[in-house]
DNA sequence: TCGCGCAAACTCGGAGAACC
DNA sequence: GGTTCTCCGAGTTTGCGCGA
């Protein structure tokens, strides 16, 4: 038999449901405690706490793995909810003093983590309250980010078709050819799109934007690639 | 042997009561 | 109103046991 409601709310405490989660979450005292920056039994006595008010085991241990019950599981997506709710009402209050909040993931292919540090100075200047979290990746990771919906904002290059998507182009990336200063071809004026594909060519890895924008107009102009090498980053490259 | 959790003892800081 | 004392909650440290 559980307590009475208002003996329960009398006796639960938001630092127990925050340990609680981290437990939950991390399935260990210590990862938990490690990332709330406390020791282990501080973590280990907030959930005995937490269990004698809900007079149910909340994990129990068989050898060395932590499982949980299914009255964390409950808990887990009661509280949850709980904090959801808390954290919109952070926001809500900021934005009745005039001020945006709350957490804003952002990613970027890797061509666009030059730009975007210079982008994110101008925003945390005109919302200090919103921590952006930036994930730079590939084309492909930024795909599958997508896919997971991970992120809030996606910066890249060549946005898919056929996807319920919103898109905002904002800044020209052009492809600009590059060879080496003893080159043949750095020595003329000019030179013709099919003397420089006929070079042998360093190229992003399979799966990046400016690799599949290149393959895409080499294809529209018909033209086949020399052989390649490969490298997985534009610092490489 | 190492990593992890538990228990006991201790420390620290905040809140409230008592006193001047 | 300010100071001191006491209590309590939350945390750390230390030592121990257990299991891989």
Same mark, same amino acid.
Request: charged fraction near 20%; glycine fraction near 6%.
């Given at each position: 038999?559980?307590?009475?409601?208002?003996?329960?709310?009398?006796?639960?405490?938001?630092?127990?449901?925050?340990?609680?989660?981290? /437990?939950?979450?991390?399935?260990?005292?210590?990862?938990?405690?490690? +990332?709330?920056?406390?020791?282990?039994?501080? /973590? +280990?006595?907030?959930?005995?706490?937490?269990?004698?008010?809900?007079?149910?085991?909340?994990?129990?241990?068989?050898?060395?793995?932590?499982?949980?019950?299914?009255?964390?599981?409950?808990?887990?997506?009661?509280?949850?909810?709980?904090?959801?709710?808390?954290?919109?009402?952070?926001?809500?209050? !900021?934005?009745?003093?005039?001020?945006?909040?709350?957490?804003? !993931?952002?990613?970027?292919?890797?061509?666009?983590?030059?730009?975007?540090?210079?982008?994110?100075?101008?925003?945390?200047?005109?919302?200090?309250?919103?921590?952006? !979290?930036?994930? /730079?990746?590939?084309?492909?990771?930024?795909?599958?980010?997508?896919?997971?919906?991970?992120?809030?904002?996606?910066?890249?290059?060549?946005?898919?078709?056929?996807?319920?998507?919103?898109?905002?182009?904002?800044?020209?990336?052009?492809?600009?050819?590059?060879?080496?200063?003893?080159?043949?071809?750095?020595?003329?004026? @000019?030179?013709?799109?099919?003397?420089?594909?006929?070079?042998?060519?360093?190229?992003?890895?399979?799966? +990046?934007?400016?690799?599949?924008?290149?393959? /895409?107009? @080499?294809?529209?102009?018909?033209?086949?690639?020399?052989?390649?090498?490969?490298?997985? +980053?534009?610092?490489?490259?």
């Amino acid at each position: 038999m559980s307590l009475p409601l208002d003996q329960l709310i009398r006796r639960l405490s938001l630092r127990q449901l925050q340990v609680f989660l981290a /437990v939950y979450e991390l399935q260990g005292y210590k990862k938990a405690a490690n +990332s709330l920056g406390l020791t282990q039994p501080a /973590v +280990s006595a907030q959930i005995k706490q937490l269990e004698d008010t809900l007079e149910q085991p909340l994990f129990e241990y068989v050898g060395r793995k932590l499982y949980r019950t299914r009255a964390a599981d409950r808990l887990c997506d009661c509280v949850g909810n709980l904090f959801a709710e808390l954290k919109h009402m952070q926001i809500d209050l !900021n934005a009745m003093q005039g001020q945006l909040s709350g957490d804003l !993931n952002l990613c970027a292919v890797n061509t666009a983590q030059y730009v975007v540090p210079h982008l994110l100075k101008l925003f945390k200047h005109e919302f200090p309250k919103i921590n952006v !979290n930036l994930k /730079v990746v590939n084309r492909a990771g930024a795909l599958e980010r997508m896919e997971n919906n991970q992120d809030d904002i996606i910066i890249m290059g060549m946005v898919p078709t056929g996807k319920p998507l919103v898109s905002i182009p904002f800044l020209d990336n052009e492809l600009i050819p590059v060879v080496p200063t003893d080159s043949q071809l750095g020595k003329k004026d @000019s030179c013709t799109i099919e003397a420089f594909l006929s070079q042998p060519l360093l190229l992003r890895e399979k799966g +990046s934007g400016s690799r599949l924008a290149f393959e /895409v107009y @080499s294809q529209e102009k018909r033209i086949r690639l020399a052989g390649n090498m490969e490298l997985g +980053s534009n610092d490489a490259v």
